[in-house]
Nanobody, 118 residues
Framework: QVQLVESGGGVVQAGGSLRLSCAAS????????MGWYRQAPGKQRELVAI???????NYADSVKGRLTISRDNAKNAVYLQMNSLNSGDTGVYYCNAVRVFGLRVTYWGQGTQVTVSS
């Protein structure tokens, strides 16, 4: 099992910045990809950004150039630096980790609220 704990959410004005953190614990040795997803009110959960153990990244088009994902394998942590935030970034942000050990198992954090006020 893997446990994921997010932190860093809050309320920020449009144009501001926030940094989200996610710490993984448990059976972290076989974690491959880590990432961030978000869910706005009334909408489905969507990919924000993912990063592999080797540092390869993939971003949603709507966040490219504004949000940056990074990872510290030694600390089993993933981060999301969010700049130039707008109201479309409001939602609950979930940390995600995928273990691959013959099986592929996905884990989710409890989520952290990000609210961008105009």
């Amino acid at each position: 099992q893997v446990q994921l704990v997010e932190s860093g959410g809050g309320v920020v004005q449009a144009g501001g910045s926030l940094r989200l953190s996610c710490a993984a614990s448990g059976n972290t040795g076989s974690i491959n990809t880590m990432g961030w997803y978000r869910q706005a009110p009334g909408k489905q959960r969507e990919l924000v950004a993912i990063i592999t153990r080797d540092g390869n990244t993939n971003y949603a088009d709507s966040v490219k150039g504004r949000l940056t994902i990074s990872r510290d394998n030694a600390k089993n942590a993933v981060y999301l630096q969010m700049n130039s935030l707008n109201s479309g970034d409001t939602g609950v942000y979930y940390c995600n980790a995928v273990r691959v050990f013959g099986l592929r198992v996905t884990y989710w954090g409890q989520g952290t609220q990000v609210t961008v006020s105009s």
